[in-house]
């Protein structure tokens, strides 16, 4: 998984603050969780930091499809097993009487369900990990046998 | 809701939309389930007598004279059929004096046998989401095997007496020999041992409960696991197939400690059996001859390990194999002795054993084209409908045809 130290090595270090960030620092950080696009960090987009900028679009390709909260999902590595469904703490308390007890979800507002043999996240705002308050929960990725879903 | 017959799990919570023959979507199968939803329409048999195609009466036929012709025919298999099916496999065994053996006789066999005696207490697996508070996966890694065993029943869903489930209520261990994915999330209960070491592990967990040291290497592990499992109100123990394997002839071991166990608080037993109805057959055949495998037809009831697959493979003339693939799944050697022997094979599927068959009778897949009813791995029955309409005929009308043919 990419790092924020790798993302700064390829923002131009100009603390320019086009970006609306203080440094280029923080705009790696905000990068890394989704608050900003690469565009929005314009120098970028100049001829002459055209080696980085493509550098930078391949090691965020794999993080592309991070919801807002920064969950991954690597489909190719669920079992389906539903044990991130059934911790999924959100998923417990709008859902009592499907997930919470190892059923399928009954409710819509659950974040987490198993389609197809594999795992897909449905309200990532709902998530505890999204908007300002939120805290650092990690029920889902803890209780993967298989590390199919992270946080970037 | 459909019922899954991916593993003895059976999970009845599934919600599937089709579109015609196509599975279009579905909710709660987990990959291993989904895989077998989705071999709906990839690699189905086809009839089949001497290696040409030809219409399944035919096959039909075709089998119950090679069965009534035959003098020693081995029926073999049952693990992935119906209950009704199965019922219908053990009169035909009667009425042919065969030798009848389930997958069980090369599997969890031991283990079923002792819980169908009492000799080892059991309960259900919704006795274990609502009360299981200690949880001990022995020899099995239900992540790969079960996938929905944990988060079903075991361990991360919310029970009566559990509401903050595995959070704070529950607590699992698992005993293996590797780094299994389940090892992973249990990472800090994980008790690693070599091959063949849970016999010596079961000694030292005895001497711990007879205030003994234990002669194990990690003293303190070991003496704080039997603490936190003697604290159990209910603890529950899943012996896998390496447990099976290890303790093979010597599951008094097992016993022992789970009487011991049960001398302070209550311990239950449910195995982990893999294929979705080998209970089942175990049950039916228990309840009419006392015996759970290998039983012969020949002279009245006889029972044996000479009447278990491998062994009956060197005496008998004729194999009718339904709903398994032994060919791939037995060892090499028996798998050999097994293609010399003149098969039937009933299966939805091409398989290695398809593909060596004198006969093949194409069959609906359960739970999905074809109903009937199943006993999940802690013996509950869980009864199931066709989802859609099959050009196949399930195991249990091929056998009752067979019956009648003969
Ligand atoms: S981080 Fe917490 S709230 Fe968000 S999906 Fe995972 S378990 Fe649920
Ligand atoms: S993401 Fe992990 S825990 Fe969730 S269903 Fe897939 S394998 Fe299971
Ligand atoms: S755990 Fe077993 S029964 Fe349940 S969905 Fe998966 S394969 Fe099917």
């Not at chain 1, 309200?123 to 990690?138: A, S, V």
């Not at chain 2, 022992?256 to 195995?271: C, G, K």
């Not at chain 2, 759970?292 to 009718?320: Q, T, W």
Request: glycine fraction near 8%.
């Amino acid at each position: 998984m990419v790092s924020v130290m790798e993302i700064y090595q390829l923002t131009p270090k100009l603390n320019c603050k086009k970006c609306g960030l203080p440094t280029c620092m923080a705009f790696a950080v905000a990068l890394l969780a989704r608050e900003k696009q690469i565009e929005d960090c314009t120098p970028l987009l100049e001829p002459k930091y055209e080696e980085k900028l493509k550098k930078l679009r391949e090691v965020m390709a794999p993080v592309a499809g991070a919801t807002e909260t920064g969950l991954i999902i690597h489909e190719d590595r669920c079992y389906g097993c539903g044990n991130c469904v059934v911790a999924c703490p959100v998923n417990v308390a709008n859902d009592p009487k499907g997930s919470a007890i190892g059923l399928g979800p009954k409710s819509d507002k659950v974040i987490l369900v198993v389609e197809d043999g594999v795992v897909k996240c449905l309200n990532p705002k709902e998530c505890r990990r999204f908007g300002p308050n939120r805290i650092l929960c990690n029920l889902c990725t803890a209780t993967c046998p298989s590390k199919a879903i992270e946080f970037v | 809701m459909a019922v899954c017959t991916g593993c003895s799990l059976l999970c009845d919570d599934i919600e599937v939309s089709i579109d015609g023959r196509r599975i279009a979507k579905t909710k709660n199968l987990c990959r291993k389930g989904f895989g077998r939803y989705r071999s709906l329409t990839s690699d189905r048999s086809v009839p089949r007598v001497d290696g040409k195609q030809v219409g399944i009466d035919e096959a039909i036929s075709r089998a119950a004279e090679m069965l009534r012709d035959a003098k020693r025919p081995l029926l073999f298999g049952w693990s992935c059929s119906t209950l009704e099916a199965q019922r219908k496999g053990i009169e035909l065994a009667r009425k042919t004096r065969a030798i009848i053996d389930d997958t069980s006789s090369i599997c969890q066999g031991e283990i079923v046998d002792m819980i169908i005696r009492g000799e080892l207490p059991t309960c259900t697996l919704d006795d274990v989401r609502n009360y299981g508070d200690t949880l001990i996966f022995w020899g099995c890694d239900p992540s790969s095997s079960h996938p929905r065993h944990m988060s079903r029943f075991s361990y991360f869903p919310r029970g009566e007496k559990l509401q903050r489930g595995h959070e704070e209520d529950r607590t699992a261990f698992l005993i293996d020999i590797r780094t299994s994915p389940t090892a992973k999330i249990l990472a800090g209960n994980f008790i690693q041992i070599s091959p063949g070491g849970d016999a010596d592990l079961i000694e030292a967990m005895l001497a711990v409960l007879d205030g003994k040291i234990p002669k194990v290497r990690d003293k303190k592990a070991m003496i704080s696991m039997i603490t936190t499992l003697k604290k159990a109100d209910m603890g529950v123990i899943f012996p896998g197939l390496g447990l099976a394997y290890s303790l093979k002839g010597r599951m008094d071991r097992l016993k022992a400690l789970v009487s011991r166990l049960n001398e302070t608080t209550r311990y239950n037993v449910i195995p982990m059996v893999g294929h979705y109805n080998m209970r089942g057959f175990n049950q039916l055949l228990f309840d009419e001859t006392g015996f759970i495998n290998r039983v012969s037809f020949g002279d009245g009831v006889d029972h044996g390990p000479m009447y278990s697959v491998v062994e009956a493979l060197k005496s008998c003339d004729l194999a009718l194999v339904v709903g398994t693939d032994p060919i791939s799944s037995l060892p090499a050697g028996i798998a050999k002795a097994l293609a010399r022997v003149p098969m039937i094979t009933l299966d939805p599927h091409r398989t290695l054993t398809t593909e060596l068959s004198r006969v093949v009778i194409p069959t609906a897949l359960s739970g999905i084209e074809a109903g009937g009813s199943a006993l999940r791995m802690d013996g509950v029955r869980i009864e199931f409908d066709p989802i859609m309409k099959s050009e196949y005929p399930s195991d249990e009308e091929v056998l009752s045809k067979i019956l009648e043919e003969i």
